[in-house]
């Protein structure tokens, strides 16, 4: 962390303090600075809650008075106020801030910067545990060491990325206070008791976050490690707690529960956590989260395999970027599945909802996501490719990589699809409709999700072809055998969601929706047991990996750039469709939108918002990575005293 360095700097100057005070003070100082940073703004915002104060005692005390849950449904008494009734006056705006596109954007960057480096610490911190939990489990003490040292070096940045997750998240805080105070002052009378658990789990975070990094050396084997696994565990089943509780905030705007129809509170606190889009957010956050703490990481390897001019140590984070691509693309596999559960939850909730995210204004914002999601499938085969060429086998599955390709790009051609177009009145009198006759087809969910399931399953069929390239062929029954079933079983899968697709065809649209679950059960089938097969077939081979690290090409690492750029795009492209869903609301059908910016932007003002946010957050990232190699190329060094001859003066190096 950036306040740890300062603090470490300073008392390194002093030989006379203790070096275990100094590290105490080192974290102590900054786990108390920005707890305070988060508990006094809510502290400050929970003294006037949406609720009103006791009556006096009275000789007959009127009944209270009870409402009906907007959601569930169920009888509750009232002990909030209603919503307010918000006007263009109740916003604070300036002149300057107008001039940029209103309250609404500053809030937008600001909220989506902090989600940034909050999904970047978060996911982070679940592969540095994993790694050590690998190195302590691993019988070989080469892989372990590797494991180890991998894992401290990426927690070292996450440290430093906590540090700007922080003040982000404060900046954020205030700014929200200063722009809608009408808004913050309804969600604290609701929240009231979550906003000040929210501080309590921060302090947690930090504090946990600090000692897991600041006891790393002193873990050495044994009880030790094992104690410090699990401060790691406990680091992350914080942040997990953080994760949902700032969801259900997020997807109680969309989908409200536990208040009335006027937007007052109920007593029941679990109904308004426990919204309908809730758990489906966290969901599919969790993995978004992985996949970007990992793709994070490898561009940061990228970076030092590039600079690197030490064999070893470009073979190292060489080595380093595709562990971490590896575990990121585990996660990525989960995002449309979770995608899907999340529409489907959203049709539930409220079916205008859905048709406005997937064909109604939203439609065109969908086709360009998952436009970017396919170019994800192309950009990490052609990096798998690019590691598989450098194999002494590879010549063998060179020929694969071009009808990998074609089938990658058909399946995206499909995805992308619209299921209408945007035509002239002329046109659309002409075609007789806004649904083509032949390409409308290609725009329903029995195309599309057989599509993405078989983009999942090539990326998979060339992970196995680089698992296979780092061992020498064997020509035996057994392995004859196996890539025989191991063919059979990836063509019977394709076959299996190509036929599903077709069902789909004949089947109501309500229907057909539930089609996802048997596909997603393919797949996962295809991976696992092309997972056994494969492994069946390398039994007692031997591994030839040496050429494979350190000698990737550019262009290998150009496309890890590539990837780590398009998912940042893709998460803010995800979270605005998200929040557009309310339309002019802020809490959806309760609290009205009435600034001067309640309106829907364009694509265009929407790509260039997402844009420079990208390019915000990777400027940070490299003033990161920056920091990180100033902070081990440049140690500070004592003084020290050389002796010299009797009778010449001491002199100081």
């Known amino acids: 962390m950036i306040f740890s360095s300062i603090v470490e700097f ?4 002093d030989a006379a303090m203790p070096t275990r005070n100094n590290r105490l003070q080192a974290f102590l100082f900054p786990t108390v600075f920005l707890s305070l940073l988060f508990i006094v703004p809510t502290l400050t915002i929970a003294e006037t809650p949406g609720r009103p104060a006791p009556a006096r005692s009275s000789l007959r005390s009127p009944p209270p008075e009870r409402a009906q849950d907007v959601y569930f449904q169920t009888e509750g008494i009232v002990l909030g106020e209603p919503a307010p009734k918000t006007r263009s006056t109740d916003y604070t705006s300036f002149i300057a801030l107008s001039r940029m596109g209103g309250n609404r954007v500053v809030v937008w960057a600001l909220a989506q910067q902090h989600l940034y480096f909050g999904g970047l610490v978060f996911g982070v911190l679940f592969w540095v545990t994993l790694l050590e939990l690998m190195g302590a489990l691993s019988k070989k003490k080469a892989a372990a060491r590797q494991y180890d040292r991998l894992a401290y070096e990426i927690l070292r940045l996450t440290m430093l990325a906590f540090s700007f997750t922080a003040i982000l998240g404060g900046i954020f805080l205030f700014a929200l206070l200063a722009l809608y105070p009408t808004v913050m002052k309804y969600l604290a009378g609701v929240f009231q008791p979550f906003f000040l658990v929210y501080g309590l789990l921060f302090l947690g975070l930090t504090a946990a976050a600090s000692l897991y990094y600041a006891t790393w050396r002193r873990a050495g084997a044994g009880l030790s490690k094992r104690l410090h696994i699990g401060l790691g565990v406990i680091a992350n089943l914080i942040g997990t707690a953080i994760l949902l509780l700032t969801n259900s905030w997020i997807s109680f705007m969309t989908s409200p529960s536990g208040v009335d129809a006027q937007g007052r509170f109920l007593g029941n606190y679990w109904n308004v956590l426990r919204n309908p889009l809730w758990i489906p957010t966290s969901v599919h956050r969790f993995f978004v989260h992985l ?16 600079i690197s001019r030490d064999p070893k140590e470009r073979a190292q984070y060489d080595r380093m970027g595709f562990i971490t691509l590896f575990m990121g693309t585990l996660g990525f596999f989960t995002l449309p599945f979770g995608g899907y559960w999340l529409v489907r939850e959203t049709y539930g909730y409220r079916a205008q909802m859905g048709i406005t995210q997937l064909g109604g204004l939203l439609a065109w914002l969908g086709v360009l996501l998952v436009i970017l999601v396919g170019a994800l499938f192309i950009g990490i085969n052609y990096y798998l490719w690019q590691r598989i060429d450098l194999a002494p086998g590879a010549s063998r599955y060179r020929p694969q990589f071009k009808y990998i390709l074609l089938v990658l790009t058909i399946c995206l051609i499909t ?12 046109e659309l009198k002409l075609m007789g409709g806004a649904q083509h006759p032949v390409v409308g087809n290609w725009g329903v969910e029995s195309a599309k999700q057989p599509a993405v399931n078989i983009m999942i399953v090539c990326t998979f069929w060339s992970l196995l072809l680089f698992w296979k390239s780092l061992y020498r062929r064997r020509e035996n029954f057994i392995h004859s055998l196996s890539e025989t079933a191991l063919a059979a079983v990836f063509a019977a899968g394709v076959a299996n969601l190509i036929g599903v697709g077709i069902y789909g065809y004949f089947i109501p649209a309500n229907v057909r929706i539930g089609l996802s679950v048997p596909m997603v059960m393919t797949t996962l089938s295809i991976a696992l047991f092309g997972f056994l097969l494969t492994a069946a077939s390398l039994s007692g081979a031997k591994r030839t990996d040496a050429p494979v690290w350190g000698g990737l090409s550019v262009r290998g690492y150009y496309a890890l750039f590539f990837i780590a750029v398009t998912v940042t795009w893709v998460m803010g492209l995800g979270g605005y469709r998200r929040s557009a869903l309310r339309l002019h609301w802020h809490v959806n059908e309760i609290l009205r939108d009435s600034s001067p910016w309640a309106f829907t932007p364009p694509v265009g003002f929407v790509g260039m918002v997402l844009t420079v946010n990208t390019l915000l957050f990777w400027g940070a990232v490299c003033l990161i990575f920056w920091l990180a190699k100033s902070k081990t190329a440049h140690p500070i060094q004592e003084r020290t005293r050389t002796l010299l001859p009797e009778g010449t003066p001491e002199v100081n190096r």
């Not at 300073?10 to 100057?13: A, E, M, N, Q, T």
């Not at 996949?291 to 590039?306: P, S």
């Open 10 to 13: 300073s008392s390194s100057r």
């Open 291 to 306: 996949l970007f703490g990992a793709i994070v990481i490898a561009v940061y390897a990228a970076y030092h395999a590039l």
């Open 415 to 426: 995805y992308a699809t619209p299921h209408t177009l945007v035509m002239t009145p002329l």
